[in-house]
């Protein structure tokens, strides 16, 4: 298993394009989420799956917005009529469901968007 | 609403010298995190504490969680110039990480 796979890695799209990232994270791994982080702030939870199920959504999130994983394996963020503001790094995170363990986060490279 | 900030914000140290990171956090929570990430990078994993009076220790890094105080801190002790990156800590929730502002270590010869 090579870790949690992120693509693409670089993004650059022009205002009111859409664009979606896709995460494959460790297979045996059950839990996925999606975080967003900016330059110079720590990353800021958008939303997570248990198998195929989003169980929670940031209510920070705006509506163009949404993340499927449609087979509890790999998901895909996306996000429509990109504004500006949306240019961050989208890191994906993949766990096992916690129990009395440690339930560690393990990350993914990110992708990087740029919306010009 | 679980807020969990970090200081100092940023620190440069220079080689061989000892300092803390402090991480404090707004409400109850089950697990702290510590994570390092480099530039450009992602996120590496380096403690989890579970539980009041935790310490974990690997090479030059200490992790420890007091929480009565809701307090982390991560000592550096003799820090090398492979230590500088920027750490946060983060705290579960509702089954989610909150993390902090991340504190910005740049050790200096």
């Known amino acids: 298993d090579t870790g949690v796979s992120q693509d693409p890695r670089h993004k650059i799209t022009k205002r009111g394009q859409n664009v979606t990232f896709r995460c494959d994270p460790i297979?045996?791994?059950?839990?996925l989420y999606w975080y967003r982080q900016t330059l110079g702030q720590g990353p800021e939870f958008l939303t997570y799956?248990?198998?195929?199920?989003?169980?929670?959504k940031s209510r920070l999130l705006s509506d163009r917005f949404s993340a499927e994983r449609p087979k509890g394996s790999f998901s895909t963020l996306e996000i429509q009529r990109t504004e500006q503001g949306d240019s961050a790094m989208y890191l994906c995170?993949?766990?096992?469901?916690?129990?009395?363990?440690?339930?560690?986060?393990?990350f993914g490279a990110g992708s990087r968007l740029t919306v010009l | 609403e679980l807020k969990v900030e970090q200081n100092p914000l940023f620190l440069s140290m220079q080689e061989g010298k000892n300092y803390t990171i402090y991480c404090n956090y707004s409400?109850?929570?089950?697990?702290l995190y510590w994570y390092r990430q480099d530039p450009g990078k992602s996120l590496e994993s380096l403690f989890v504490?579970?539980?009041?009076?935790a310490v974990k220790q690997e090479g030059r890094l200490m992790a420890s969680l007091d929480t009565k105080a809701r307090l982390s801190t991560l000592h550096i002790t003799a820090a090398v110039h492979d230590l500088s990156a920027t750490y946060f800590c983060?705290?579960?929730?509702?089954?989610?990480?909150?993390f902090g502002t991340g504190t910005r270590l740049t050790i200096i010869p």
């Open positions: 995170a993949s766990s096992l469901r916690p129990g009395k363990g440690a339930n560690v986060l393990t």
């Open positions: 297979s045996e791994h059950n839990r």
């Open positions: 799956f248990q198998n195929e199920a989003q169980l929670e």
């Open positions: 409400t109850t929570s089950d697990r």
């Open positions: 504490l579970l539980s009041n009076g």
């Open positions: 983060a705290v579960t929730r509702n089954e989610k990480l909150t």
